[in-house]
């Protein structure tokens, strides 16, 4: 081939281009109509290109601080800047996990009243916390799960705290509440699991609050944050001990 050849094909080539282009904006190739839609297609696609981007960089810093958040301070703090984000329902979770556990039931029966107070003012933010996670949660049943498994467990901590300082006709919790979120927990966990079995076995021997399991269940309760003497035949671990029968110490199963 000529080097003249070349020279002409390029040519020829961008002649082509301009004046397909030219056309193309004259409405001569397609109507007018079509060429707006497959500008506006065009302009679509390239915005929702550059919103699914500014977006995947904005998720990725909002994990980031998530893992870097060392102290449930700093978690409360970046749920608030996040509250509609998955990372903020996240948040919220880890935090009650944390009020509900360690700084729970894990203090329930210090040995000062100050941190026994302490405690039980945790396991109350953590039924709050949990109760407002739960819907947010309902299509996840993971998380719904470990929100009801929390919500009865902070719930059967709370039959044994009264409202009022040495008034025993008053308690923070109920055993139909506890009951109520088992209930419920043995249906949301997968079936034939421990959470959906144990959940369902322990519910229906709390169910009837004049049994002996009930009450026995009760009298632990108090008996572990009120400090009140224990009868030697009940077993503080048993149903109503911390943990409420599940694995794992504290606020959740590990």
């Known amino acids: 081939m000529s080097a003249e050849q070349k020279e002409t094909e390029p040519n020829a080539l961008a002649t082509s281009l ?8 004259q409405g001569k190739l397609v109507s007018y109509k079509l060429m707006a839609l497959v500008l506006i297609l065009v302009v ?38 996040y509250p509609k984000a998955p990372v903020g329902r996240v948040t919220d979770l880890v935090v009650a996990r944390s009020l509900l556990g360690p700084e729970g039931i894990d203090q329930i029966n210090a040995k000062t009243a100050e941190q026994r107070a302490k405690a039980v003012e945790s396991v109350e933010k953590a039924r709050d916390l949990l109760a407002k996670l739960l819907p947010q949660f309902e299509k996840d049943p993971i998380f719904k799960a470990e929100c009801l498994l929390g919500l009865a467990k902070a719930e059967a901590t709370l039959v044994g705290v009264p ?29 034939d699991t421990p959470w959906a079995t144990d959940s369902k076995k322990l519910a229906d021997a709390l169910r009837n609050e004049q049994a002996q399991t009930s009450a026995d269940f009760v009298r632990i309760q108090r008996a572990l944050t009120i400090q009140a003497p224990l009868p030697p035949e009940l077993d503080p671990h048993g149903p109503g001990g911390p943990g409420l029968g599940f694995p794992g110490k504290g606020g959740f199963p590990k």
């Open 18 to 25: 301009t004046s397909g282009w030219t056309n193309f904006k």
């Open 44 to 81: 679509g696609l390239g915005l929702w290109w550059y919103i699914a981007a500014e977006r995947r960089k904005t998720t990725s810093k909002q994990w980031l601080e998530f893992d870097e958040a060392s102290s449930i301070a700093k978690l409360e703090e970046l749920e608030k800047r």
């Open 163 to 191: 409202v009022k300082p040495n008034e025993l006709t008053e308690f923070r919790g109920k055993v139909s509440k506890v009951v109520e979120y088992l209930d419920q927990l043995a249906v949301a966990a997968a079936p």
